[in-house]
């Protein structure tokens, strides 16, 4: 059982920020089911401060639960569904684009469909709450599909398929159960969509939505950074001043007597006029 849980923390560590956001999703089901699950009806009942709520006044005053929606599901299907065209559209994104937009267009595909869905269920006058990570999902498919529409894919039992022909079926099976049930996860289906495709067309126009999230994410980690407890002190140290190394008198006298002798010597061949100033001052001040 503890190689399996150093498995699963070894795989969160080393993994790129699409298994984080799959284990997050996971984990957060398996911890909802002894929170929010109601095994007399068997269902979810999730709070209006996780769920999106499509009453106004509700998400204004509980604006983080148009994001925290996105990390909740109502049933195991729902969340294995999910998290297969995540897988999937995953790998197609980020062979093109970084980690940061990746994590920048899913939230922001999830704050996007929830605005949309709680105005059109107020316009339409009903009155729901909505989870699931369906939007975000799509905007990362979408995003790639339209970027790379002709990429072939190969899907088992039917072969070599264009891209944009999977993401279409999706988005058609959208569109034809929207009057059949579950109107307002068709229609953050289909929100989350429309944003992957209006974020690679402003992306190649030069307008990144993504540095949004960047700043914010990077503003709070800047502000609880943790500050160093013992910060670098600048030390002035005073220079010491250099300390001549005694020289020896019996060198000094040795070498004072030498000059002396040969000063004497020139005297003694060419007279004491021959001696230049510097000789006669040097004998003046010996002979002190």
Known sequence: MSSIID??????????????LIYWNVGLFILSIPLFYQFTTGIFDYPTWLAVSSEPMVALYKPWSLLTY???HQGFMHLFFNMMVLHFSSRLFLTFFTQKQYLGLYLLSAVFAGLVYVLSFYILG???????ASAAVMGILVAAT?????????LLLIGNVKLWHITGVLLLLDLLQIQLGNMGGHIAHLSGALFGFLYIKLLLSGTDL???VTSVIDFFTNLFASKKATPFKKVHVNP??????PTSKIVTKDKTQQ????ILDKISQSGYDSLTAEEKEFLFRAGK
């Open 146 to 154: 339209t970027y790379q529409p002709l990429m072939e894919i190969r």
């Open 70 to 72: 996105a990390f909740f």
């Open 7 to 20: 498995d699963i923390k070894l795989q969160y560590r080393i993994g790129g920020i699409a298994n984080k």
């Open 210 to 212: 993504s540095r949004i």
């Open 259 to 262: 000059q002396i002798d040969e």
């Open 240 to 245: 010491k001043k250099p300390v001549a190394k």
């Open 126 to 132: 009903f009155s729901s709450s909505m989870v699931g």
